[in-house]
């Protein structure tokens, strides 16, 4: 009994416990509240709150009821809660909310009337099939919305137009089709960040209007082609997991504006073909991804003649081709080359470092004897800005695995 009553004298007094506050909820901060397993937006939250935080809850419709006592929210997140439906006027008293996320719900469309104060709205992961003219409408200051892992077939340029401060949009993961995605994109002008990965699209014909995109990933789709016409600041394209079999220097032709272009995703295809000096024109490339494609020992004249002039390529990846060697002539012109990873090569000696990959490992600088063999990946370098690499030693890293994209 002692006890009980010691807990219940100092219970006020651990840190983000409220005794004004509803059940299962806490104060993160003053003006911060996070609350799990509700039934229904809680009353008794303090109106002073600006960031509201509810998830795995069960609230199956959203009203303005709920929110007419935190007038001063500015962040809303309301996640995994099986969220059906919201209200029409659900946040029209809510002049100074910046932020709205609605993940992992069962949302059908997308609320209606939001706050035009809005920058950031997220709807991932919910079951909204249309987008609607007026979906989007007074929502000027909008810089990020995101709408993965939706049913969306298509991006009506009616319900985009009001977007005109848009920043980043995200449509992964949809039912997004040949050219239905491509609105009139002339009004999006402020736009640096397209994520498209994940739908059915076969064309981006229209990208090139957005002339501040610096990021356009448009993975597992069904592109057969690099696209032809990009924004010359693009810094970033990825277009792993397509259907591309051929990479030549036509394909490149746009690419003489695109001088920023830093990281360039082709894993995942069919590429066989790779023309030289396709890459010519991408003088700022760090980052090239080549694995999971059918290249073959052709990439020795490849790498000579197709990679000369990248003197900013870091990391250059072709593993699971058919390339059993590559030698240490093809990579000499590349100083800044970090790592080159052909096809997870292991050590065979010394004995306390068989196994472990050459291509990565710290621990076996200037020791690991690469397994050659026929058939068996052939050596890889790490090149100096004044160091030559022994031919007897080839095949020696000193960084560690990381993720393959590099700032």
Known sequence: MQLLYAFLVLLPLVPGFRADYPGRCSCESPNSVQCYRLTGVPPGIPPTTTRLYISHSKIQH??????TAVLALEDFILLASGTESVGSDTFKTLSTLKTLELWKNKLRQVPRAPPASLDVLKLNENAIGTLRGSDFKGLKRLRVLELQNNLICSLPARALAPLVSLESLAVDSNNIRVHSWVPDLKHLENLSHLYLSGNCISSIEGVQLLANLTTLEV???????????????LQKLDCSG???GRVTVQDFQDFQDVRD??????DNNNVSLFEAGALQWCVQLSNLALEQNLLGNAI??????????????????????????????????????????????????????????????????QQCQPLLRPGAAGPSTHKGEDKEVDEDTAGLAEEEDEDYEVE
């Open 62 to 67: 959203l009203q303005l009821s709920n929110l």
């Open 261 to 266: 272009l830093r990281h360039l995703f082709l």
């Open 300 to 365: 020795q004249d490849m790498a000579e003649q197709k990679l000369r002039g990248l003197k900013q390529l870091q990391v250059l990846n072709l593993r699971n081709n058919k390339i059993s060697a590559l030698e240490l002539r093809a990579l000499k012109g590349l100083p800044w080359l970090r790592g080159t990873d052909v096809r997870g090569g292991r050590c065979a000696a010394p004995a306390e470092h068989k196994g472990e990959s050459w291509m990565w490992s710290r621990t076996i600088v």
């Open 219 to 233: 993975s597992q789709n069904q592109l057969q082609a690099l696209p032809l016409r990009l924004p010359a600041r």
């Open 242 to 244: 397509n259907l591309i």
